[in-house]
């Protein structure tokens, strides 16, 4: 499994942007397989938000976040980041990363399909 740290979380006003960033611990890799963001939201399923694949850069979303985030690799960082706009109160949830090395990801996926998981960042939209 590979230990991986979010970062990038917080308060935001309605409309507003937040990028978030997923790294891999010291000794670990995010270059096999796929990368994915999930949220939870209190009193809400795990919700799978979008995901990119390490073979051909593909990437995926969930309806409710199409043409408002978008999903990247940072290979200078050495990260995978979530770029969130146009954010609305409905956003508000706990962002999770989480990556397997074998897998070919798409927005159909759910939590159970990936092996590591970092442990969360906040992030709030609310005036």
């Known amino acids: 499994q590979v230990q991986l740290v979010e970062s990038g979380g917080g308060l935001v006003r309605p409309g507003g942007s937040l990028r978030l960033s997923c790294a891999a611990a010291?000794?670990?890799?995010?270059?096999?397989?796929?990368v994915g963001w999930f949220r939870h939201a209190p009193g809400k399923e795990r919700e799978g938000v979008s995901c990119?694949?390490?073979?051909?850069?593909?990437?995926d979303y969930a309806d409710s976040v199409k043409g408002r985030f978008t999903i990247s690799r940072d290979n200078g960082k050495k990260t995978v980041d979530l770029q969130m706009n146009s954010l609305k109160p409905e956003d508000t949830a706990v962002y999770y990363c989480?990556?397997?090395?074998?897998?070919?990801?798409?927005?159909?996926?759910?939590?159970?399909?990936?092996?590591?998981w970092g442990q969360g960042t906040q992030v709030t939209v609310s005036s």
């Open positions: 010291s000794g670990f890799t995010l270059d096999y397989g796929a």
């Open positions: 990119i694949n390490s073979s051909d850069g593909s990437t």
């Open positions: 989480a990556a397997d090395s074998d897998l070919y990801c798409s927005a159909q996926n759910g939590a159970g399909d990936f092996a590591s």
